[in-house]
């Protein structure tokens, strides 16, 4: 089992053939991922060779989709060009939309979020400004390394990429069934709740790892969800610690306001929760390994 990916997920690439979208659709046929197409109005018609892996460009997501039968999309479109992009999938129907790009103005996200709504939130949002998601050994639909982990019964959730990619380097003896990376902008598709509610309903978790930041309420909106809703094990790890008080730190969505925002305040919801939290990854780690072994 997995969330939302799996080696049946069918996948395409928006702005597969730009700079950025070729080398990671290159990195993720390496990982097994099953990319059966590209969208690119300009070059439809043809095909690009990946080490002998010829994938075919269509011109638009809907023809993808008739064509291959995709049901994944990671998007590698410039920020500019983005909102149209996630909208164009979204009229498409496709149930994932994975967008990648970061820099996208919060009102484009806020734009594309609403017609998600609009169209009966038939495609589900990850992202934007996030490194993808993982089902190890199985999928991989974004920019995570796929080779610093292998399928497991932890399942992750984080705001931040490069501590995704850390808190999978720490248990990569034990593995993970999904890890999601939602991206730490101020509106996103996907929250915590989300994923921990998917993680929850799968059967082969075992233990729930939510890494969040400082800036916001999510994560306090994760915490009462938690107590209400979770009854697996889940640790956490709040990014900020040392942070200036009133100061932004990194993404945009980083913003303390008061003590709602603080890593302080964040952690103390999370325990009351009965969530374990680590003050370092390499700690918060250590409490998973503990929860395992028990």
Not at 105 to 124: E, I, L, S, Y
């Given at each position: 089992?997995?969330?939302?990916?799996?080696?049946?997920?069918?996948?395409?690439?928006?702005?597969?053939?730009?700079?950025?979208?070729?080398?990671?659709?290159?990195?993720?046929?390496?990982?097994g991922t099953?990319?059966?197409?590209?969208?690119?109005?300009?070059?439809?018609?043809?095909?690009?060779?990946f080490?002998?892996?010829?994938v075919?460009?269509?011109?638009t997501?809907?023809?993808?989709?008739?064509?291959?039968?995709?049901?994944?999309?990671?998007?590698?479109?410039?920020?500019?060009?983005?909102?149209?992009?996630?909208?164009?999938?979204?009229?498409?129907?496709?149930?994932?939309?994975?967008?990648i790009?970061?820099?996208?103005?919060?009102?484009?996200?806020?734009?594309?979020?609403?017609?998600?709504?609009?169209?009966?939130?038939?495609?589900?949002?990850?992202?934007?400004?996030?490194?993808?998601?993982?089902?190890?050994?199985?999928?991989?639909?974004?920019?995570?390394?796929?080779?610093?982990?292998?399928?497991?019964?932890?399942?992750?959730?984080?705001?931040?990429?490069?501590?995704?990619?850390?808190?999978?380097?720490?248990?990569?003896?034990?593995?993970?069934?999904?890890?999601?990376?939602?991206?730490?902008d101020?509106?996103?598709?996907?929250?915590?709740?989300?994923?921990?509610?998917?993680?929850?309903?799968?059967?082969?978790?075992?233990?729930?790892?939510?890494?969040?930041e400082?800036?916001?309420?999510?994560?306090?909106?994760?915490?009462?969800?938690?107590?209400?809703?979770?009854?697996?094990?889940?640790?956490?790890?709040?990014a900020?610690?040392?942070?200036?008080?009133?100061?932004?730190?990194?993404?945009?969505?980083a913003?303390?306001?008061?003590?709602?925002?603080?890593?302080?305040?964040?952690?103390?919801?999370?325990?009351?929760?009965?969530?374990?939290?680590?003050?370092?990854?390499?700690?918060?780690?250590?409490?998973?390994?503990?929860?395992?072994?028990?």
């Amino acid at each position: 089992m997995a969330i939302w990916l799996n080696k049946d997920s069918k996948v395409i690439v928006q702005g597969m053939t730009g700079a950025t979208g070729m080398k990671h659709t290159k990195l993720m046929l390496g990982d097994g991922t099953h990319v059966v197409g590209g969208v690119n109005p300009r070059k439809a018609g043809q095909t690009v060779d990946f080490d002998g892996t010829e994938v075919p460009v269509f011109g638009t997501v809907a023809e993808a989709i008739e064509k291959t039968g995709a049901n994944v999309s990671v998007i590698f479109v410039p920020e500019k060009f983005t909102k149209d992009a996630v909208v164009e999938a979204i009229d498409a129907e496709i149930p994932l939309a994975v967008v990648i790009t970061e820099g996208i103005a919060v009102h484009d996200t806020a734009a594309f979020w609403a017609h998600a709504g609009k169209k009966g939130n038939k495609t589900r949002i990850i992202g934007p400004n996030c490194p993808g998601i993982i089902t190890p050994g199985q999928s991989n639909v974004g920019i995570i390394p796929g080779d610093i982990t292998k399928p497991g019964r932890i399942g992750l959730v984080s705001k931040s990429g490069t501590l995704t990619y850390q808190m999978m380097y720490e248990l990569r003896d034990l593995g993970f069934s999904t890890a999601v990376g939602i991206g730490g902008d101020p509106i996103i598709g996907t929250t915590h709740i989300d994923a921990l509610a998917a993680f929850q309903d799968d059967p082969d978790t075992d233990l729930i790892v939510m890494i969040g930041e400082i800036g916001g309420d999510a994560e306090e909106r994760a915490a009462a969800f938690i107590k209400e809703n979770v009854t697996k094990p889940v640790v956490g790890y709040v990014a900020g610690f040392t942070a200036p008080e009133g100061k932004t730190m990194g993404h945009a969505g980083a913003i303390v306001s008061g003590s709602s925002g603080t890593a302080q305040a964040k952690k103390e919801a999370l325990e009351a929760a009965g969530v374990k939290v680590g003050k370092t990854p390499t700690e918060t780690a250590k409490l998973a390994r503990e929860i395992l072994s028990a």
